[in-house]
């Protein structure tokens, strides 16, 4: 599975932003998708995930604000951020896994594809 992500940017705080991650492949439908985050010097966090069937899943600090979804028609998962903050500025990464366990699914080492990264900057 390859992933690419896109749609990041530069937005002000309160504002909002959809970010994109299209995967090639056939059998997408059957893979859990994750979102993760790194800012500059710390370590890449888990923002929000949704599994084969569509439940869903997300950090603390985004829940409210974010909404994950996907297009399986379109092998597309979607990241729709609200209510931006300059503390979400980081690099975003899409992420991908066949086999993922519930108990697992915050832990990036879990995730066996990844896609580059796109950027997105809150200004205050």
């Known amino acids: 599975v390859q992933l690419q992500a896109s749609g990041g940017g530069l937005v002000q705080a309160g504002g909002s932003l959809r970010v994109s991650c299209a995967a090639s492949g056939r059998t997408f439908s059957s893979y859990t998708m994750g979102w993760f985050r790194q800012a500059p010097g710390k370590e890449r966090e888990f923002v929000a995930a949704?599994?084969?069937?569509?439940?869903?899943y997300y950090a603390d600090s985004v829940k409210g604000r974010f909404t994950i979804s996907r297009e399986n028609a379109k092998n597309t998962v979607y990241l729709q951020m609200n209510s931006l903050k300059p503390e979400d500025t980081a690099a975003y990464y899409c992420?991908?896994?066949?086999?993922?366990?519930?108990?697992?699914?915050?832990?990036?080492?879990?995730?066996?594809?990844w896609g580059q990264g796109t950027q997105v900057t809150v200004s205050s």
């Open positions: 949704i599994r084969s069937g569509g439940s869903t």
């Open positions: 992420a991908a896994d066949r086999r993922l366990i519930l108990s697992m699914i915050r832990v990036p080492s879990a995730y066996d594809y």
